[in-house]
């Protein structure tokens, strides 16, 4: 992390509007603050909030300390609104003030424009909003429609007390990618979208990752490689009729799928092979008496899009449900990868996977330790951080595009052997997707911190 020598102040913007007409902008600073800050009254200073920037002279009035002044057509040009709480740093190199950052997350467009977002991802919206606010980060969500890159801002919305108010913003410091549908984040217009904020400030978690692309970049590295189950692209029957010779369980799944949609589970019996797989409502269970049956079932679904091939695992269990564990890995405020949030999911019943979008349980890690069927190691926490960080430093390094945060899926066979099942760009943010009270999860206070560090980073 670079160096920096600013001293900050959390402040409330009030737009002051001005009889005469003024070259620059005004921006009246009690001389309190103005001496913490190290400005010269009297200045010529760039005022900047988000990627905007206005001249503005420096004048210092008596009024409270906290609070800054800003000329009516200043506040238009950098699209500030009356009252906001922001960060307030000067940069004496760029002889830059600096409001904010501006931290904006992009989600899924949505049925009412005016409404605001809507769906699970609601009280992680307001989680990060709240933490934002004590940190003098403005937080605001917006779709792939809203931003203009002609005018370079943005259509969004941002919470004011416990509603989702639209407001127009410049390009923020840093943009989170969380547009939650494949086919959405695929569409041309979305993709001209995200390209232009790629370019435009930091933008971190631009796209959904594909398995089978995980597989080969992780395949390269000498110490993670031997933690990946075999693992072929479905591209003949031979694939799949070698695959079923050396393994008694396969899993066949879609490489681009999310949620376990598309998973089919293969287990080799004597004289015939089972097949089963979830649809919306059901468990369905298919028996294959030839290869040729089991072929034609698969035909129509390896056809529709790109299928993997993966060594099944004899998991762990905890009353004869396999378990898994969902690892968050995150960049903090020092840009180094970390364990945010772990825990342990054990898939229902007679079902395929532990996710809890698919009915799965979750648990506390070191909790539910004790209850495996198999003696699991007192190091086994601790086993499962080093992997998951590893595995993020590694594919941060591989990946084209800034990433800050991957969803790390890793098991543990009967025999204590670790192993890694899956990667996500896109973990779920739902409030049932993981332990603890919603005020303090660990996440949300890692994600600012490294919202903070990006935009030092970015203004640097």
Request: charged share 20%.
């Amino acid at each position: 992390m670079k160096t920096n020598s600013q001293t900050s102040a959390i402040v409330t913007v009030q737009i002051k509007s001005y009889a005469e007409q003024q070259t620059n902008g005004v921006l009246s600073v009690n001389p309190k603050l103005m001496q913490s800050l190290k400005l010269r009254p009297g200045a010529t200073v760039a005022l900047a909030f988000g990627q905007r920037r206005a001249k503005v002279n420096v004048v210092a009035r008596q009024h409270h300390k906290q609070l800054i002044l800003v000329d009516a057509a200043t506040a238009e040009q950098l699209c500030l609104q009356d009252g906001l709480q922001l960060n307030l740093s000067y940069d004496p190199k760029k002889n830059t003030l600096m409001l904010g950052p501006l931290f904006c997350i992009l989600i899924d467009p949505v049925e009412h424009p005016t409404a605001g977002p809507v769906r699970g991802m609601v009280p992680f919206l307001k989680a990060v909003t709240r933490h934002g606010q004590k940190r003098g980060i403005l937080v605001f969500v917006a779709t792939p429609q809203g931003v203009k890159p002609q005018q370079q801002q943005i259509s969004g919305w941002r919470l004011r007390h416990q509603t989702w108010k639209a407001g127009e913003f410049p390009i923020p410091n840093v943009c989170y990618n969380r547009i939650s549908s494949r086919t959405i984040e695929q569409a041309p217009e979305t993709q001209a979208i995200l390209q232009y904020l790629d370019r435009s400030c930091h933008f971190f978690n631009k796209q959904f990752l594909n398995k089978w692309e995980v597989h080969q970049l992780l395949s390269r590295s000498e110490s993670l490689r031997h933690y990946l189950p075999e693992t072929r692209l479905y591209e003949t029957t031979a694939d799949l009729k070698d695959m079923l010779h050396k393994y008694p369980m396969l899993y066949l799944k879609p490489a681009n799928g999310s949620l376990g949609r598309g998973i089919i589970r293969l287990v080799r019996h004597g004289q015939f092979i089972s097949g089963q797989y979830a649809t919306v409502s059901a468990v369905v269970r298919k028996k294959f008496t030839s290869s040729r049956q089991l072929i034609q079932f698969l035909k129509p679904r390896v056809n529709r899009q790109p299928y993997l091939i993966q060594e099944g695992l004899k998991l762990a269990e905890l009353g004869g449900r396999p378990v898994d564990f969902r690892i968050l890995t995150q960049k903090d405020g020092n840009g180094n990868w970390r364990v945010t949030s772990m825990v342990a999911r054990a898939a229902q019943n007679n079902t395929l996977v532990t996710n809890v979008a698919r009915g799965g349980n979750i648990y506390n890690v070191k909790t539910i330790l004790p209850h495996l069927a198999h003696q699991p190691s007192a190091h086994t926490p601790q086993r499962l951080r080093q992997l998951a960080v590893a595995v993020a430093k590694e594919l941060e390094s591989r990946l084209e595009g800034t990433y800050a945060e991957f969803g790390i899926d890793l098991a543990m066979d009967v025999y204590n052997n670790l192993w890694l099942l899956e990667v996500n760009a896109k973990p779920s943010k739902d409030e049932n997707s993981f332990l603890g009270n919603d005020r303090n999860r660990p996440s949300v206070r890692c994600l600012l911190q490294y919202v903070l560090y990006a935009s030092k980073e970015n203004y640097g």
